[in-house]
């Protein structure tokens, strides 16, 4: 539905509902709408402002939305947080060296998670080993 004011040729004001704008042309020549004033059927779109919501309305929706997400997102992050620390092997620092004897065959495979730098993460990519970097902050990790 599309709301429009519409003015008639007596220069009465008033606001009527219709499917779409070709809708209100179709009446409009068949004279089917009339002012409720003076029952003029000569009629044509009144100037109308744009319904724009207010700042205040758009930002708390688009802050609500974003609330939204970011929670939705925090809890999967905490749902594989969990799932890591309670499946996978914690080897802190010892990151690097821990994922290379694996890629490399000197140790049995098994799934690890702990710290690397920039460059040390680079370095793995580099030689062909896959790792996911995890948002997860220091303080969070614990040793097992």
Not at 19 to 24: E, G, I, L, P, V
Not at 56 to 65: A, D, E, H
Not at 91 to 111: S, T
Request: glycine share 2%; aromatic share 8%; net charge positive.
């Amino acid at each position: 539905m599309i709301k429009f004011d519409l003015i008639c040729e007596n220069e009465h004001i008033f606001e009527a509902s219709f499917d779409d704008s070709m809708s209100f042309e179709n009446q409009r020549k068949k004279k089917l709408i009339e002012c409720p004033l003076c029952n003029s059927s000569e009629i044509s779109k009144s100037v109308m402002a744009p319904n724009i919501s207010n700042k205040s309305t758009s930002s708390s929706k688009i802050n609500r939305k974003k609330n939204e997400l970011f929670s939705n997102y925090n809890k999967q992050i905490n749902r594989i947080k969990t799932e890591i620390e309670k499946s996978f092997t914690y080897v802190g620092k010892k990151f690097p060296e821990e994922a290379r004897k694996i890629h490399y065959g000197e140790v049995e495979d098994k799934p690890i998670y702990g710290e690397a730098t920039e460059k040390e993460s680079q370095d793995l990519v580099d030689e062909g080993i896959q790792l996911v970097r995890l948002p997860f902050s220091q303080k969070e990790k614990k040793k097992n």
